[in-house]
């Protein structure tokens, strides 16, 4: 594909194509024109809705916390193209500004658990949506069942406990929008930073920010105290953190393999016995 010359007629001609880091799953550059520069991402496998999704999630973020994603300028199945965001590095400043902001998003409420993209994805794994009144049964049917295995059976364990005994998924909490893949890399930081590659659905709040503890980021005792102050977490969440952690652990356990499948593991067996 000529990139260039696919790009010209949406954002200009093509002056400089330099490539940036874009994962495993993408290719990824910085294009400049004679009157902006641009983020622009490729696929590496032909997937017909992973970019477009993922526009309609940035879309769905920043409509609810303006200026909380970068702007799509267009996507397709073959190229998403963003604004250039300029990094400026972590700090407290930004990550307070940042607990603030996703304590905003999760205020938006949705009808149902479970609600998304029809071809919903993580990575370029299948996401499935659907309607659940009970977070606890939603969790356990969409996002754990699909990825256990032979590998993982304590964690199977663990979703046929969680459809018996809801009340391990703490206070009932109304659904939340969530960027739903919100590790430290997902972060552009900024002094108001943004966040990028989203797996957006309604779900948990406390699972977006159980992936930001997961992996480590910058200053995340800044981001939780920012976020209280918005929006208190219910008692016990801290226990929580690794019921949450399960997921991306089990997707990351599929894409990956290593030792994501025994992590989640040891937390499905410590729940399990506690």
């Known amino acids: 594909m000529d990139l260039a010359g696919e790009l010209a007629p949406i954002i200009g001609q093509v002056l400089r194509m330099e490539p940036v880091v874009g ?152 659904p939340s929008l969530l960027h739903g893949d919100l590790w430290s890399g997902n972060v552009l930081w900024s002094l108001s930073p943004r966040l990028v590659d989203p797996a957006a659905h309604v779900g948990h709040r406390e699972t977006d920010l159980a992936m930001l503890a997961l992996f480590g980021t910058p200053y995340l005792d800044t981001i939780l105290m920012a976020y209280q102050q918005v929006y208190p977490l219910a008692r016990g969440w801290q226990a929580r953190e690794g019921l949450h952690q399960m997921w991306p652990l089990l997707v990351h356990a599929r894409l990956f393999g290593g030792g994501y499948a025994q992590r989640a593991e040891t937390i499905a067996t410590g729940y399990l016995q506690g």
């Open 23 to 174: 994962g495993d799953i993408c290719r990824a550059y910085r294009v400049s024109t004679s009157e902006a520069r641009y983020f622009v991402k490729t696929p590496r496998r032909s997937d017909e809705w992973m970019l477009p999704v993922e526009a309609a999630g940035l879309k769905a973020l920043g409509d609810v916390v303006p200026g909380l994603t970068p702007s799509v300028v267009h996507a397709e199945s073959r190229f998403l193209v963003l604004e250039w965001v300029a990094e400026q590095g972590p700090s407290r400043e930004a990550a307070a500004n940042l607990g603030e902001r996703l304590a905003a998003l999760h205020t938006h409420r949705a009808s149902a658990f479970g609600e998304g993209p029809e071809h919903g994805r993580i990575g370029p794994l299948a996401m499935p949506s659907g309607h659940y009144e009970s977070w606890p049964q939603m969790f356990a049917e969409l996002r754990l069942r699909p990825l256990v295995n032979d590998r993982t059976p304590r964690s199977l364990d663990l979703v046929d406990a969680l459809m018996d005994d809801p009340e391990w998924a703490g206070p009932p909490e109304p």
